[in-house]
T-cell receptor, first 110, second 114 residues
Framework: DAKTTQPPSMDCAEGRAANLPCNHSTISGNEYVYWYRQIHSQGPQYIIHGLKNNETNEMASLIITEDRKSSTLILPHATLRDTAVYYCIVRGSGNTPLVFGKGTRLSVIA | DADVTQTPRNRITKTGKRIMLECSQTKGHDRMYWYRQDPGLGLRLIYYSFDVKDINKGEISDGYSVSRQAQAKFSLSLESAIPNQTALYFC?????????????FGPGTRLTVL
């Protein structure tokens, strides 16, 4: 699976959009981009995933560049409860477990 | 009730002791995983199982063993605990759909080895 690069930390004002970037320049054609988050020391929680097209669900939007070498997770109206570590993971469609990096620690500030 | 449960939630033990961490799930998933997390780091995969008869080593399996007693149960054992196994341990499950691949995590077990 391709490696990912994320900034170690970011701040966001409450109510504003949080845009979390991820670089995955070695991604191959059959690999998906997944995003999970971990609030404090709880178990990680699935947010969203995508292959080529942009995706949106009730939690967030995922924007994948046309060359698929990077992506951005967007939390449209961040709240204090969105403070967490966000993990960007690239994974093939086969039988491979998720591999977590260090992620981005997002702090939402009142 | 939680879909993925872990017992115990906290455990303090001494070097050399045998420890078993248990995971149960009610999601009906075939696939189960054990991860550990050290402070400031992401999760690292210890072992995983795609069905009752399947066990696979992950990135950091040395010093650990697992048992898949049933579809719903996956136990992690430390045969002789050592201090650098102090960590937060997570169990996870997923279904057989490789594309979706969503993993559901338990609440974690905080293990301290003195």
């Amino acid at each position: 699976d391709a490696k990912t690069t994320q900034p170690p930390s970011m701040d966001c004002a409450e109510g504003r959009a949080a845009n979390l970037p991820c670089n995955h320049s070695t991604i191959s054609g059959n690999e998906y981009v997944y995003w999970y988050r971990q609030i404090h020391s709880q178990g990680p929680q699935y947010i969203i995933h995508g292959l080529k097209n942009n995706e949106t669900n009730e939690m967030a939007s995922l924007i994948i560049t046309e060359d698929r070498k990077s992506s951005t997770l967007i939390l449209p109206h961040a709240t204090l409860r969105d403070t967490a570590v966000y993990y960007c993971i690239v994974r093939g469609s086969g039988n491979t477990p998720l591999v977590f990096g260090k992620g981005t620690r997002l702090s939402v500030i009142a | 009730d939680a879909d993925v449960t872990q017992t115990p939630r906290n455990r303090i033990t001494k070097t050399g002791k045998r420890i078993m961490l248990e995971c149960s799930q009610t999601k009906g998933h075939d696939r189960m995983y054990w991860y550990r997390q050290d402070p400031g780091l992401g999760l690292r995969l210890i072992y995983y199982s795609f069905d009752v008869k399947d066990i696979n080593k992950g990135e950091i399996s040395d010093g650990y063993s697992v048992s898949r007693q049933a579809q719903a149960k996956f136990s992690l054992s430390l045969e002789s605990a050592i201090p650098n196994q102090t960590a937060l341990y997570f169990c996870a499950t997923s279904d057989n759909l490789p594309v979706k691949g969503e993993q559901f995590f338990g609440p974690g077990t905080r293990l301290t080895v003195l």
